[in-house]
């Protein structure tokens, strides 16, 4: 559902992410897949005519779209690892894909 410029933008904000992830600056990488998945979900919104704001960070839209259940569903193991909270150290609690959950989180906004 989203336009084809878009998509390529954040195609290119996910390719930043792994360029990241590949320098080793992981945390880095992590939050930039967030970012990436959230702008998608908001477009999202945007689309379907949901109430959206910009004081409402990406992030949010992560966690705006988990309470969305019946729209979501074919990405709710991606919401819920992307929505993960980090340990204290600032490391996950389990060996997490983020890049690749951020990748199909815009393919389904993609297709919606």
Do not use: H, W
């Not at 390529?8 to 990241?20: E, F, G, Q, T």
């Not at 590949?22 to 945390?27: F, K, Q, S």
């Not at 960070?57 to 019946?70: C, D, S, V």
Request: hydrophobic share 40%.
């Amino acid at each position: 559902m989203i336009e084809n410029d878009l998509y390529k933008s954040l195609l290119d904000d996910l390719a930043y992410a792994v360029k990241l992830s590949t320098n080793g600056e992981l945390n880095k990488s992590r939050v930039v897949a967030r970012q990436v998945s959230g702008k998608a979900i908001r477009e999202l919104f945007k689309q379907l005519k949901y109430p959206t704001s910009p004081s409402i960070n990406p992030y949010q839209y992560l966690l705006l779209a988990k309470n969305e259940e019946e729209i979501f569903k074919p990405i709710a193991f991606e919401l819920d690892a992307l929505t993960t909270k980090v340990n204290p150290d600032y490391s996950f609690p389990e060996d997490l894909d983020l890049i690749t959950y951020a990748k199909n989180i815009i393919q389904f906004t993609k297709n919606f």
